[in-house]
Nanobody, 121 residues
Framework: QVQLVESGGGLVQAGGSLRLSCAASGRGFSSYLMGWFRQAPGKEREFVAGISWSGGTTYYSDSVKGRFTISRDNAKNMAWLQMNSLKPEDTDEYYC??????????????WGQGTQVIVSS
């Protein structure tokens, strides 16, 4: 089982940057595909970015491609989401999640509690 804790959210002006962190504890972090999602109240959860267990492959939603970068360090049991050129529409609660699936669209088995990102115009 893996426990995930996000941090790094906050308030930032449009055009600014934030780096979200996801700290994992438990066993087998390096065997999980990791994803970042976001969700606003009353809206469906949206996939943002994913990274393979090795870190060798990444995948992004069209809405963040070119602005966000996902990364991981299996030795540190950490994953990150670097967010640049932030827009007000990026305002959401952000979650990291771990999946044993081979697909970014598969089932995610473990979720963090979320970290709030607010982008002011």
């Amino acid at each position: 089982q893996v426990q995930l804790v996000e941090s790094g959210g906050g308030l930032v002006q449009a055009g600014g940057s934030l780096r979200l962190s996801c700290a994992a504890s438990g066993r087998g972090f390096s065997s999980y595909l990791m994803g970042w999602f976001r969700q606003a109240p009353g809206k469906e959860r949206e996939f943002v970015a994913g990274i393979s267990w090795s870190g060798g492959t990444t995948y992004y939603s069209d809405s963040v491609k070119g602005r966000f970068t996902i990364s991981r360090d299996n030795a540190k049991n950490m994953a990150w989401l670097q967010m640049n050129s932030l827009k007000p529409e990026d305002t959401d609660e952000y979650y990291c999640a771990a999946s044993r699936s081979l697909s970014y669209s598969g089932t995610y088995d473990y979720w963090g509690q979320g970290t709030q990102v607010i982008v002011s115009s």
